[in-house]
Structure formats: structure tokens, C-alpha cells
């Protein structure tokens, strides 16, 4: 059995909110549709932002990329970004290999997409 915790927080954001989603451990296909009940709520909330804060993520699958990738178009339409930050590790290789590139707060994406796999006398002659 897989488990996955997350907390969710409502911060003011000027006069919009701000939705800061938390989740821990690792988020297999069998946590989908618990994830998404959390990004896409029934009825909108009017936040400016979702934050999707991966950093005590250990492992996460293609199916739950693909359910951030749909999060990230229907909110959008609501115009609502969502944002994903602390991914480092197996879930950022793994969100980089499913093109999730955009998705990525700066700080978590690297240069581009394979930068970090190459040898960084490779990335300076670049």
C-alpha cells in the first residue's frame, strides 16, 4: 500500500490567494485521482496561484505528471498558474522526461532540460 501525505494552505496574495499544495513520500499512479481532487477543486477558488510544493517527494510516476500536466491547462482556463517547486531527485528527472520543462519553478529545472546529465566540462563548452 502507498501512502502519500499533503497538506493544503490558503496564503493572501495581494487581493487573490495563493494555494500552497504539499505533498511527502512517493506519489505512484495509485495516488492520481487524490492528487487531482486537490489541484482541480469542484468549485473554483479564485486563487491567483496553486503552488505544488514537491520537496519531501521521493518518487513520483509519469501517471501523476500527467495529472499535473491536465491541472496545470484547466486551471489555466480558470486563470489560475500553478506552479511547481522542490523537485529535485528522481521526481525532477522524471517531470524533465515528460516535458514538464515550463512547469518548473527556475530554480528546480536547471538550464534546460539534460543539462544535468552531462559532464560539466560538456555544459561549459556548450
Known amino acids: 500500500m502507498i501512502t502519500m501525505r499533503l497538506s493544503v494552505k490558503k496564503r493572501a496574495v495581494s487581493a487573490r490567494r495563493r494555494r500552497i499544495v504539499r505533498m511527502t513520500g512517493p506519489l505512484a499512479a495509485g495516488t492520481s485521482a487524490d492528487l487531482e481532487r486537490v489541484l482541480i477543486p469542484e468549485s473554483p477558488g479564485g486563487e491567483a ?3 505544488l510544493d514537491l520537496t ?8 501523476v505528471v500527467a495529472v499535473v500536466f491536465h491541472a496545470h491547462f484547466v486551471l489555466r482556463r ?10 529535485t531527485g528522481q ?36
Open 78 to 87: 480558470r486563470g489560475t498558474a500553478l506552479r511547481v517547486t522542490g523537485c
Open 56 to 63: 519531501g517527494v521521493t518518487f513520483i510516476s509519469a501517471a
Open 49 to 51: 496561484e496553486v503552488e
Open 91 to 126: 521526481p525532477r528527472r522524471q517531470m524533465l522526461a515528460c516535458g514538464a520543462f515550463e512547469l518548473l519553478e527556475s530554480s528546480d529545472r536547471g538550464d534546460r532540460p539534460g543539462a544535468e546529465s552531462r559532464p560539466a566540462a560538456s555544459r561549459s563548452a556548450a
